[in-house]
């Protein structure tokens, strides 16, 4: 009789929890806040929000596959010069200029030059540039706009320092740019005062020939070897100025008064000597021609010199002349290949009239 109470007892707790649950799912639970309906609904926008497919995106494998299967991923140098400019652009300055410094600059791209250099200046003008920064472009400044370099800051001791110590394999033009950023600085007068000539290294070469033609002779003779030595990249137009002022009386005077010294120290324009006064050269000073001076002489002068003179120059120097000479008396290149044309072209004359002669014989039988 026990048993069966505890099994009704039982029955009847189990159902009354059953009807507690179905009440509780009857009435609805209390109302959320609105901070928290809030934050369901920011997860149920952020969950439907579309994705776009990106089929035509390009990766970097497909990329230099297309452009060239030698390339590697490895090669980060190629992804920077020849990847997208998003890649190039991510760089920032510092790193732009050391790979600027120790890549081949031949190699760099056009359009890659220009993009360093606008990362570079960041939209200011070139003012505000130093050595370093002209220093890692080197002969990539042959692409920079003109108006960038017109205003190059000579004021800068590293600036000035740089273009003139180093050459730079730039067109005339932009040197002559160069040159009017520099007396943008130091002004129209600076031919008369011999420290800042001094100061100008290659920066003289960038000076028209009719600048250098108002360095007086006074002024001339202040100038450093290292200067001078410099003035070997000028052109033919501006060597004859500076040495129309060096054979001033004023200055060193005419060749034949110049010793070892003089031509050792005017190496560079001893070039546009004139023919009738190679002869009057003192035997003693002629041991100072280089072997630099005798290549780059004209032919035509060679035979001015006199045989005491020929055989006081140095050994080098000597073998170089002689040389010069013997390739003078030779057939030019010019005439070898004139030669060579004429005697191709005799056979294409004759072989017609061959070929019209066999033609009849067969004719004929």
């Known amino acids: 009789m026990i048993s069966n109470n505890l099994v009704l007892i039982c029955i009847l707790i189990i159902n009354g929890n059953y009807i507690k649950e179905g009440l509780c799912t009857m009435h609805p639970p209390p109302t959320e806040s609105i901070e928290e309906l ?5 997860d149920d926008r952020n969950a439907m929000i579309a994705v776009a497919e990106r089929d035509n995106f390009i990766t970097y494998e497909e990329f230099y596959d297309e452009l060239d299967n030698r390339l590697g991923i490895e090669q980060s140098m190629n992804m920077i010069f020849f990847g997208p400019p998003s890649s190039f652009l991510r760089l920032d300055p510092d790193s732009i200029l050391h790979i600027l410094t120790h890549t081949k600059k031949y190699m760099v791209p056009i359009g890659r030059a220009l993009l360093a250099w606008d990362i570079i200046t960041d939209g200011k003008t070139a003012a505000f540039l130093q050595g370093r920064e002209y220093l890692a472009f080197g002969s990539l400044l042959d692409v920079v706009p003109e ?72 002024t001339f003779k202040e100038i450093s070897y290292e200067i001078l030595s410099k003035a070997g990249k000028c052109n033919i137009k501006q060597t004859r100025a500076l040495y129309a002022i060096a054979v001033h009386r004023d200055a060193y005077g005419e060749p034949y008064k110049w010793s070892s010294h003089e031509i050792g120290r005017l190496s560079a324009l001893f070039t546009c000597i004139p023919k009738i006064d190679i002869s009057s050269i003192q035997l003693e000073a002629v041991t100072a021609i280089s072997p630099e001076v005798m290549t780059a002489m004209n032919k035509e002068k060679l035979e001015y010199f006199t045989k005491q003179q020929i055989l006081r120059m140095n050994p080098k120097t000597r073998r170089i002349y002689i040389l010069r000479m013997q390739l003078k008396h030779t057939y030019s290149m010019n005439d070898v290949a004139r030669q060579s044309n004429s005697r191709i072209n005799k056979p294409n004359i004759v072989l017609p009239f061959a070929l019209i002669i066999v033609t009849l014989i067969y004719i004929n039988f």
């Open 38 to 42: 809030s934050l369901v609904y920011e």
């Open 147 to 218: 108006e960038d370099l017109y205003y190059v800051n000579f004021g800068d001791p590293s600036v000035l320092k740089h273009f003139a110590s180093y050459y730079i394999k730039l067109q005339p033009r932009k040197y002559g740019i160069l040159a009017a950023a520099y007396r943008r600085y130091f002004g129209e007068s600076w031919y008369h005062n011999s420290s800042l000539i001094n100061e100008l290294g290659y920066l003289l070469c960038g000076f028209p020939a009719s600048d250098l033609a108002k360095i007086s002779p006074t």
